[in-house]
Each structure stands twice: as C-alpha cells, then as structure tokens.
C-alpha cells in the first residue's frame, strides 16, 4: 500500500514526495550559510539528543549492576544480622544471670539488647530461641509473635521520627507512607516534595509579578510563548487528524495508528516538540528540508519550546544522577562503570569490617569487664541522633 503525503506543518510548507531514511537527524538543518535562529535550533537539537542519550546510558548502566550489588549486600547484611542474633542472645543470657553486674550496668546492657532485638523485629521472623529472647527484652504491646499489626506499629514509629527529621532539616512534610517502601523510594518522595515546594514558591512570585505593570520585554515574552504553544497544537492537531484510528477501516493499520496516536499524545502532554516533529517525519507529513526554509519567526517559537524541552531533560538527568549518587553512595565525579565498581567495593568492605569488628566485640565482651565498658560506649553512641545515611542504609537492610 503507497503512503498518502499528510497536510504540511504550515500551509506553507511542502510535503516531501521521498523523505530521508534517518529521522534522527534529519531535522538538523544544513545549509552553507545558517541564520541566527537556525544555528540556535541545530544547538538546541544537539544537546536534547546528547542529554537524552547520557540519562539513557546512565540507566542502563545502574541496571545492568544493581543485582549484582544487591547480591553481593545482601549477603553481607545476612552476616550482620546473624551477629546480631548472637549478640543478642549472649546479652540476654548474662541479663538472666546479672550476678557480678550493678544495676546502672544491669540497665547500660538492657539498654542495648533491647535496641538491637528491636531492630531484629522489624526485619521479621527469627529462630525459636531468639524469639524468646525478643519476648523478654521488648515490652508486650512492642512484640507479640511477630504478627503483622505489631510490626506495623514499629513502622509507623519510625516514620514518624524520620518525617520529623526531613521537616526540621529540609522544611518539608512527608506524609505518603508509600515513601517509606525503600530508601530510593523516600528519596524521590523527598526530592519530589522539594520540587513542589519549589514551584509554590516559584508561581507565589510570578502572582506577584503579575500585578506590577508588564515592561515591554515581559509582554514581548509572553506573546512568543503564546505563539510557541499554538505552534504546538498545531502540530499535534494535524497529527491527530492524520493519526486518528477511528477514522481507519483497516484492522493492521488502525492498531499502527493506535500506537503512534498514544506517542503522539505523551509527547503534546509533555510539551515535546522533538518526539512531534520526528512523528512528523516518520508518517511523511513534513519534509525535513522544510524545517531549513521556514521562516525565523516560526523557527523563533520552535526554539522557544526547545529550550523548554532541553531545560525539562536536563532536569530529569539531574534527578537521576541525584537518586543514582544516593542509592551507590557516590561522590559527585562522573557516574561510570569505574565509579559503580569503586561504589560497590567500599560498600561492601565496610559491611565486612562491620561484621568482623561484631565478631570482634562479642568476643571481647565474654569478659564482664570489657562487657561494662562496652555497654556503656554502645549506650552513648545509640543515643547519638542518626543520620539520614544511617537511616537508610537501616530501611533498605528490611
């Protein structure tokens, strides 16, 4: 079946009888001398098809490591959490047989064996003899077999402390409990709040701006930016009337269509004018040496909305370079291969030492003397406020 040339962008536009066989770049405009406009819009084109690749790249590269760290972490927490089982049932030994400790130190190593049996019970159910133990050193309405209820009550403790720390720290208010599902999950809730906040703040201004009397460049600017969204829905209306699967009898062609109208439609929600102009292209409605003869005032509102568009993928890249830096605990040099490995050794060699310098300390506490200090050290530091890392390196170890 030969394809039918659609109506031009602008009527004064020609329709390309044979367009090109790359999209990607056919709308780069070449030419032997290029205005203003289309030098800018070459640019624009340029860095939103770099930023899209990078943040393309960079999720492809987490992706392809996260089971492997996860793997090889959560091993390590499965070791960490096995000395604290044993921690804690030598500690709730010697409590059962206190001769040879005073109260003060009777009350020091409560202290900690009931911190850490109470951080055993969040992360679920534990052998016969530790949930034993569990019973005897958290309070009863704290623990009751583990059931989910009670569980959820120590969940709902913690979030409440971990909302009060993001308010007095970040001057924001968490309260989607769906946040609280992983570390990355709190992370992007955080960020997204922020970013909300943000906006507030950024539109209280622009209301405020409103009142004053427009100069001649704010008037200026808002007529482009009129001119730059009808520019827009005229794009997207031609493609909709092209596009329309209602309007086609043909079972395969109207499920192609189907799937081109939904791309069509995230792109004009997301005010893409990029993902439009190659629509264009690839349905033949717009020859790509089109783009070259327009008119700067039309290359003027399109480069309007590039410049949006180049600013909004910017963004997102950010946002992911933010979340990815917390998750792999990175500093802040370039995401690679190198840094993701780098990331993943020193990760796991402090879990290691973790865990070696827990063998270490139940070791040397077999000696009541050592034991007294140790209590004494370990209620000093539990006391301490812990840090956001702390807190969720403590929710992704659930």
């Not at 009142?211 to 827009?232: C, F, G, I, N, V």
């Not at 909709?240 to 043909?250: F, G, I, K, V």
């Not at 995401?335 to 040397?364: C, G, N, Y």
Request: hydrophobic residues 40%; charged residues 30%; contains cysteine.
């Amino acid at each position: 079946m030969s394809k039918i040339a659609q109506p031009a962008l602008f009527d004064d536009l020609p329709v390309a009888p044979d367009p090109g066989a790359g999209v990607s770049n056919a709308l780069v405009i070449s030419a032997a001398k290029l205005g203003p406009e289309q030098k800018l819009f070459n640019q624009l084109l340029t860095k939103i098809e770099k930023t899209s690749k990078d943040m393309g790249e960079l999720k492809r590269l987490s992706d392809a490591h996260r089971p492997e760290r996860s793997k090889k972490l959560e091993a390590l927490r499965q070791q960490e959490r096995q000395m604290n089982e044993k921690m804690v049932l030598f500690l709730d030994q010697r409590l059962q047989s206190p001769k040879g400790l005073s109260k003060k130190q009777q009350a020091d190593v409560g202290y900690v064996a009931s911190s850490l049996a109470e951080m055993l019970a969040m992360m679920g159910p534990a052998s016969p003899d530790l949930e034993d133990a569990l019973k005897r050193l958290l309070p009863e309405d704290d623990f009751d077999d583990y059931d989910e209820e009670d569980e959820e009550a120590l969940d709902d403790q913690e979030k409440e402390h971990l909302k009060g720390m993001v308010s007095d720290m970040l001057g924001i208010e968490i309260d989607d409990d769906a946040a609280f599902d992983s570390p990355e999950a709190f992370m992007e809730e955080t960020m997204r709040k922020m970013q909300a906040s943000h906006d507030a703040a950024r539109q209280a201004h622009q209301a405020k701006q409103a009142k004053r009397k427009k100069s001649a460049k704010q008037k200026r600017a808002e007529q482009e930016t009129m001119d730059a969204d009808q520019a827009l829905r005229t794009i997207y209306r031609k493609l909709a009337s092209a596009l329309h699967p209602d309007r086609e009898p043909n079972e395969a062609e109207r499920a192609r269509k189907t799937q081109l109208m939904g791309r069509v439609n995230a792109a004009n929600d997301a005010k893409d004018l990029l993902t439009l102009l190659r629509l264009q292209l690839e349905i033949e409605q717009i020859d790509p040496l089109a783009i070259a003869s327009m008119a700067e005032e039309k290359l003027c509102h399109f480069n309007r909305m590039l410049k949006d568009q180049h600013k909004t993928v910017l963004q997102e890249l950010q946002m992911l370079e933010y979340r990815l830096r917390d998750e792999w605990h990175l500093g802040y040099g370039a995401i690679t291969l190198q840094s993701l490995q780098a990331s993943m050794r020193s990760e796991s060699q402090r879990m290691q030492k973790q865990v070696e310098h827990m063998q270490a300390d139940l070791q040397w506490i077999q000696d009541d003397k050592n034991l007294k200090a140790w209590a004494k050290d370990q209620v000093k530091m539990m006391d301490a406020p812990p840090s956001m890392m702390e807190i969720a390196v403590m929710m992704g170890g659930r």
